[in-house]
């Protein structure tokens, strides 16, 4: 049973990032380049608001599948791979890079939070002032674009990164190696 447990609750943390990562690389590498030929920037910033909202709910969705999946997969890390009580959790690499993981993770929630709830909003209203006319310079539009889109990178990039830590741990021949 235990086995059932741990294959599903990994099979979730890989659904988890498969939600959240996927979605990135569509909005770069599909969306934004396919916006552009909206020429009706108001048409434009409107389909921008409904697809970065579901964006969030997607990518909402797959961190809340990860941080349960990921619960599980911690809590019961020693009974799995039978790990003696005696040995110090930082004794272990495993212990090691999950603080590294964890630390990253927080970095990268930061990086999206700043990203979904201010940058990116910025963004948008500042395309609407374009778009309905208002007095607002090009290089307004440009630096706003720029700080949400530094957001997104840094966030995809730690995404990335947290992956190889995960799977570092997940390769036991090697991560429940002393330090
Ligand atoms: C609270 C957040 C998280 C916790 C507590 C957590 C915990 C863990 C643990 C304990 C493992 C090792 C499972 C094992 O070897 O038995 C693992 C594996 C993994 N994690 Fe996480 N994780 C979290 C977030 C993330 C995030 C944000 C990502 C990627 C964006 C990620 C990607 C992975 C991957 C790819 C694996 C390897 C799965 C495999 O080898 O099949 N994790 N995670």
């Known amino acids: 049973m235990d086995n059932f447990w741990h294959i599903f609750f990994i099979w979730v943390h890989?659904?988890?990032?498969?939600?959240?990562?996927?979605?990135?690389?569509f909005m770069a590498y599909a969306w934004i380049p396919a916006s552009?030929?909206?020429d009706d920037l108001r048409v434009r910033v409107k389909a921008m608001r409904t697809i970065t909202r579901r964006f969030g709910y997607v990518g909402g969705a797959g961190i809340?599948?990860?941080?349960?999946?990921?619960?599980?997969?911690?809590?019961?890390w020693r009974d799995y791979y039978a790990v003696d009580e005696s040995v110090s959790f930082t004794a272990l690499r495993f212990g090691v890079v999950f603080i590294i993981k964890m630390t990253l993770f927080t970095v990268m929630v930061a990086a999206l939070a700043a990203h979904m709830f201010w940058l990116?909003?910025?963004?948008?209203?500042?395309?609407?002032?374009?778009?309905?006319?208002?007095?607002?310079?090009?290089?307004?539009?440009?630096?706003?674009?720029?700080?949400?889109?530094?957001?997104?990178?840094l966030a995809l990039a730690l995404a990335l990164a947290i992956m190889v830590m995960g799977v570092m741990l997940n390769s036991v021949g090697w991560s429940l190696q002393e330090v």
Do not use: H, K, W
């Open 64 to 76: 809340v599948l990860l941080v349960c999946a990921g619960t599980y997969l911690i809590i019961d």
């Open 120 to 153: 990116g909003p910025r963004q948008l209203e500042r395309l609407e002032a374009q778009a309905n006319g208002e007095r607002i310079s090009p290089d307004e539009v440009r630096r706003a674009r720029i700080a949400s889109m530094i957001t997104s990178v």
């Open 14 to 25: 890989i659904l988890g990032v498969a939600l959240l990562v996927g979605p990135q690389f």
């Open 36 to 38: 552009r030929n909206i």
